[in-house]
């Protein structure tokens, strides 16, 4: 894992490798967030720059070595079944939110995440070693990411989770979070992280600060 | 934009051939449910329904694999309805096959047959016919190309990755009027309507969770796309699920304990949340997915959200798993003698 990886103070840059459902709902949050984000998929951006044009304006659709290039925060959103063939070495050094999933009904059995010692995250980790892995927007749908933002302080704020090894790393996307218009609730691990997964008490579920709390101490406890 | 006046306004059904249960609530067999999607849909065409499409699915809860051969039936008892799918799993199927089934569909019924390709919302077909669901993209995109090649008409001549070649062949049956109506099912994926668009198939918005307000950005994708492919305008449709009684409160009561059901259950195998009555209670209200209701409260919602979504078209999938054949009979009825005029009336 990269021992120290260099933030610019103010918004860290974010680079959005994918531009399906989920991509691009994260460029536009993200955008909004008043960060500076691109947005890549595999190939030529001419081939998403409708999509970035429309679904997307703020984001500027790059080359995926570009995007992530000229970023801190790479946020990886390519379907799971891909990454087994995607190259550690473009995001070498960098943050790397994963907010990708496991649920082998949906992807196919893919072996590199069938091992049962780990979580995704951690699996996902192993494979970028040289990268920060920050495990984050996993167990809210891509659709609810958008409509269920709130300012801070609101009463119906939700909570999302966010999971690093990486205190540093852990803050940033701690504040990225925060400033999407989400609660926070860190662990201090991948490991811990799993409690994010497929099948686990917050996926899927919108849940407030507390309710979250809840739901990760017990499952802890049992 | 593109509004209802631009396209001629149509209201359909859709059902995913749901196993329905009998009076005292025990599950009718497959064969008693797919003779009753035959009647479901004879008495859609007698009360003015529009469409009626019959999605592929493949398991004991919806065994409704070959909506064709179902949709060849209600053709042979119906006058005006139109009838396609809803969807077809295009990526697991043979385009050539597809491309037969549904021009016999057209010949048997006079050219009302219709089709919506869809990429993969049923996965279970994927292992069912030797496909690896990882493939989809490539799959949905090639098998696409095939298709649009298909409709243009004999000879066909094409070549890909994913199904044996073709070479000046012909294939039967011909259409009697050109290529019927072919659209694109879309879930989510920008990439899909950009899709639709460079083949100049129409656009289906499945919306069955959240906001349907979230869709309206793909209505203007889809129109920038075809500009873009220097097509002309096409119709865009959504798809949502709901169920219409006499009452809300019946209606509710009648949709709450099966929709829990059937999600629960859908829940263990897709990673879906088990839904609660205040998600329910949301999802059935103006910034939800679902139309469940009287006859009135349904077409204030689908009058609301077609401008919304610059969509001409609505297909309300009915018959949630476990309801009786009679409670899904009085949907159709209601939804054809109450809500399609009354959602005329409202954007007249």
Known sequence: ?222 | MNTPSTFPLVLGLDTFGDVTSDADGHPLSHAQTIRDIVEQGVLADSVGVDYFGIGEHHTDDFPLSAADVVLGAIAARTQKIRLGSAVTVLSSDDPVRVFQRYSTLDAISGGRAEVILGRGSSVDSFPLFGYNLSDYEELFEEKTNLFAELLKGSPVTWQGRTRAALTNQDVVPHTEHGPFPTWIGVGGSPQSVVRAARYGFSLMLAIIGGSPARFAPFAGLFHEALEHFGRPLLPIGVHSPGHIAGTDEQAQAEFWPRYLEVISHVSKTRGFAVPSKASFDHEIGPEGALYVGSPETVAQKIAANLPALGANRFDLKYAMGGLSQEKLMTNIELYGTQVIPRVRELLG
């Open chain 1, 1 to 222: 894992m990269a021992s120290t990886t260099q933030i610019s103070p103010a918004r860290p840059r974010i680079a959005v490798l994918g531009a399906g459902h989920v991509g691009t709902a994260f460029a536009r949050v993200a955008v909004d967030a008043g960060y500076d984000v691109s947005i890549a998929a595999s190939g030529d951006p001419e081939r998403i720059a409708l999509i970035a044009q429309i679904l997307t304006p703020g984001a500027a659709p790059r080359w995926a070595v570009d995007a992530v290039t000229a970023s801190d925060i790479v946020v990886l959103a390519i379907p799971l079944h891909r990454f087994a063939a995607f190259d550690p070495s473009l995001v070498r050094g960098k943050i790397v939110i994963d907010l990708m999933n496991y649920w082998a009904p949906i992807d196919g059995v893919q072996t590199m995440f069938e091992d049962p010692r780990y979580g995704s995250s951690e699996i996902v980790q192993h494979r970028l070693a040289d990268s920060t892995v920050v495990k984050a927007f996993n167990h809210i749908g891509y659709h609810e990411l958008e409509s269920e933002r709130r300012e801070p302080g609101s009463p119906d704020r939700r909570a999302l989770g966010v999971a690093s090894d990486d205190p540093a790393a852990l803050d940033t996307v701690a504040t990225l979070v925060d400033r999407i218009g989400y609660d926070v609730i860190r662990l201090d691990s991948l490991r811990a992280g799993r409690v994010f997964e497929p099948g686990g008490p917050v996926f899927g579920v919108l849940v407030n600060y507390e309710e979250f709390e809840d739901a990760v101490e017990r499952r802890v406890a049992a």
